[in-house]
């Protein structure tokens, strides 16, 4: 088929990535929403690619974000904002007022640090105490995020209102991981009485046409859940 100019030009951006990644995932919206084409390439993180270790040699990991005569872009936040920045008319993720845009971007700092962080460090807690508070703790913060979205949504389908915002993009990711880890220790992590309002977001996200194909299969999960706990064994213990 032949390609139009544009088009020809910017199928030549490549992202780098993992299929399991949400901050990969996420990437993967906010192309697929601003209908930005691009070429994907799946990273072997036992034999990380020249590509990627050139591209992010500080921290050596997915996304990165390639284009022609361009420096790489890392960091999953950086690559979207970039993206909303030089392709503002494609799909409009953030609002126009810098102080609506800087709360909006002061939660997806708190989702980013406060809340996904915690299913790392339930996985990496060994003891059943540990494991029961960390879940206390992730069932509390459902609670700070269903008012978030009641606030944001203002009555609306999705954070952004209307139409999928940069929230969306920013919590949508996370929802595979949400499901597996609820799954994997026995809780549910989105619940229909306590977070009502998530529950009906989420299903919307996981039914969007731009998300659909992104979100990664519970297996998949699981193959990757694997890889990270043979990859970390725990610390031995030495006297």
């Given at each position: ?7 020809a ?6 992202l ?30 036992d ?10 040699p ?14 790489p ?56 105490e ?12 459902t ?20 139409d ?6 920013i ?62 064994p ?6």
């Open positions: 088929m032949h390609q139009s100019h544009s088009m030009e910017t199928s030549q951006i490549k780098l990535g993992s299929v399991a990644s949400p901050f990969v995932n996420r990437v993967q919206f906010v192309l697929n929403l601003k209908s930005i084409n691009y070429e994907y390439v799946e990273e072997d993180f034999n990380k690619s020249e590509l990627l270790l050139a591209s992010n500080l921290l050596k990991r997915v996304p990165v974000l390639i284009q022609p005569n361009k420096p872009l890392c960091e999953s936040r950086i690559i979207i904002d970039y993206l909303e920045e030089i392709f503002p008319d494609a799909y409009k993720l953030l609002p126009s007022d810098p102080a609506d845009r800087a709360v909006i971007q002061f939660w997806a700092y708190y989702i980013d640090t406060e809340f996904f962080p915690l299913y790392g460090r339930l996985r990496k807690t060994p003891d059943k540990g494991k029961e508070a960390l879940k206390k703790q992730i069932i509390e913060q609670r700070v995020l269903e008012k978030t979205f009641v606030k944001f949504s203002n009555g609306k389908p999705y954070f952004g209102g209307d999928v915002g940069y929230l969306d993009v919590l949508g990711c996370f929802l595979g991981w949400t499901k597996f880890v609820g799954n994997f220790n026995n809780f549910k992590i989105l619940e229909e009485i306590r977070t009502p309002k998530l529950v009906e977001w989420s299903n919307r996200i996981l039914s969007h046409e731009h998300f659909k194909g992104v979100i990664p299969e519970q297996e998949k999960l699981m193959d990757f859940y694997k890889w990270l706990t043979r990859a970390r725990p610390p031995r213990v030495t006297t």
